[in-house]
């Protein structure tokens, strides 16, 4: 089985941090994303990757960067955390369009 | 680039009844029609996918149903168990290229009482 593993489920932080999420699936999927969910908004995506070191802008990017050096690896960044930055962020894995996402459990992030 | 809009944003069925959503899309060029289901504390999964060279498909309850036409695809849910209560996210696949993605609906909580 497709396994996505996020490195927090729940994590608080205070505004003007620098936090990273961290994202990692184990079936050699070229693609990756990152997306936040709020609620009556759905899921919107932040920014994806197609390849090791490639990055895409989704619909969403301000205030957040994305690294990705290896390939079951994809790291999500808030430069400088801010409250409205509070929410669920989700991470997903593909391995090619259009396929099956599979997702990680998501993790709570709270801004204080 | 692609819209997707979801309907109803909650819904409550009585346990063995029908439940059924409703999404439409705005990119005609849209090929790909998944449907997710997101229980609590867990991240979303795929329960069901459409692409556009079919009208329907069936799952056991599940069945999915869509109208290139007019633009809208529907899940559809029989014989509701409690445990099917969850939210729900449709999405269509658009774009061209690098710039091709997955668009989510808004979601609908299903609750399924006793």
């Known amino acids: 089985d497709v396994k996505v593993t996020q490195s927090s489920r729940y994590l608080v932080k205070r505004t003007g941090e620098k936090v990273f999420l961290e994202c990692v699936q184990d079936?050699?999927?070229?693609?990756m994303f990152w997306y936040r969910q709020d609620p009556g908004l759905g899921l919107r995506l932040i920014y994806f990757?197609?390849?090791?070191?490639?990055?895409e802008k989704g619909d969403i990017p301000e205030g957040y960067s994305v690294s990705r050096e290896k390939k079951e690896r994809f790291s999500l960044i808030l430069e400088s955390a801010s409250t409205n930055q509070t929410s669920m962020y989700l991470c997903?894995?593909?391995?090619?369009?259009?396929?099956?996402?599979?997702f990680g459990p998501g993790t709570r992030l709270t801004v204080t | 680039g692609e819209n997707v809009e979801q309907h109803p944003s909650t819904l409550s069925v009585q346990e063995g009844d029908s439940a059924v959503i409703k999404c439409t899309y705005s990119?005609?060029?849209?090929?790909?029609f998944p449907w997710y289901k997101q229980e609590l504390g867990k991240g979303p999964q795929l329960i069901i996918d459409?692409?556009?060279?079919?009208g329907e498909k069936k799952d056991q309850r599940i069945a999915v149903t869509l109208n290139k036409t007019a633009k809208h695809f529907s899940l559809h849910i029989t014989e509701t168990q409690p445990e099917d209560s969850a939210v729900y996210f449709c999405?269509?696949?658009?774009?061209?290229?690098?710039?091709?993605?997955?668009?989510f609906g808004t979601g609908t909580r299903l609750q399924v009482t006793l």
């Open positions: 990757s197609y390849d090791v070191k490639m990055k």
């Open positions: 990119d005609s060029a849209s090929n790909y």
């Open positions: 079936m050699d999927h070229e693609n």
């Open positions: 459409i692409r556009s060279n079919v």
């Open positions: 999405a269509a696949w658009g774009g061209t290229g690098t710039a091709s993605k997955l668009t």
């Open positions: 997903a894995s593909r391995k090619g369009s259009p396929y099956e996402q599979y």
